[in-house]
């Protein structure tokens, strides 16, 4: 009977992961405005997503995104908002290993005057050694800087120069394999 059931929760958790690697790789995403390309995706939920960033700070920086399009923190469900920060904690801590960093940055620009420049809440996910700013809250003007770069290219419809979708396909393929079950 023990044996039974230690099978069980072995199918039981190969389903799981067969089925969440079939919803990060079949389902479509939004951010904004902008379609994503699923090969960016590399840890989904029913009500989350992480994706790899286009133009990242520092190796490992990522974006944790509700799957509904919600412009501000606010007006996400408490469901939603559950969901978003335990994706953001089960995505950091494996990212952070990842990288061997020691530490993280989860940062949220809510709101154009925060410095939001996808009206699509998403919470910055940042790996942290020592050293890596001469500053440490320097990584929040850093971000804002880069926001507001993307903005700009966004605004232009100019091509993704930053990084090529293989690129980013390739990194969000190495994160995949970090929720292999």
Known sequence: MLKLQVSGKAILSTVRCRRQARMSTSSSFVFGPYKIDPREVFYATPLSYAMVNLRPLLPGHVLVCPRR?????????????????LTAQKVGSRIETFHKASSLTLAIQDGPQAGQSVPHVHIHVLPRKGGDFEKNDEIYDAIDEKEKELKQKLDLDKDRVDRSIEEMA??????RSLFDC
């Open 69 to 85: 399009l919600v412009p501000r923190f606010t007006d996400l469900t408490a469901d939603e908002t559950s969901d978003l920060w």
């Open 170 to 175: 390739d990194e969000a393929s190495q994160y």
